[in-house]
């Protein structure tokens, strides 16, 4: 029912930015939960940034202080923004979001996009 399409990654030095976006589209939804998760090579898939209707935002303690989310409810879109990366930042990173249609429960995932971090 619902498409998240991401984009924004790319290649950037360590201390660099780079700022997320995800979109979804689709019809007679309502979203409650967006959020980014991230997975690394070799690691399990973990959450970076949460922000609920309703409720403020949160992080892995690893992001605190760097790490931004926001959501932009009018255009149902969820950005993360990304300061003082690091390499160990690297990762692909997903968009996630939990939503109603009608009164059926559902998640979307977007496709991923890869951050990489390195000099």
């Known amino acids: 029912q619902v498409q998240l399409v991401e984009s924004g990654g790319g290649l950037v030095q360590p201390g660099g930015s780079l700022r997320l976006s995800c979109a979804a589209s689709?019809?007679?939804?309502?979203?409650?939960?967006m959020a980014w998760y991230r997975q690394a090579p070799g690691k399990q898939r973990e959450l970076v940034a949460v922000f609920a209707s309703g409720g403020s935002p949160h992080y892995a303690d690893s992001v605190k202080g760097r790490f931004t989310i926001s959501r932009d409810n009018a255009k149902n879109t969820v950005y993360l923004q990304m300061n003082s990366l690091k390499p160990e930042d690297t990762a692909v990173y997903y968009c996630?979001?939990?939503?109603?249609?009608?009164?059926?429960?559902?998640?979307?995932w977007g496709q991923g996009t890869q951050v990489t971090v390195s000099s």
């Open positions: 996630y979001a939990g939503y109603q249609t009608g009164v059926v429960y559902s998640v979307a």
């Open positions: 689709g019809s007679g939804f309502s979203i409650n939960t």
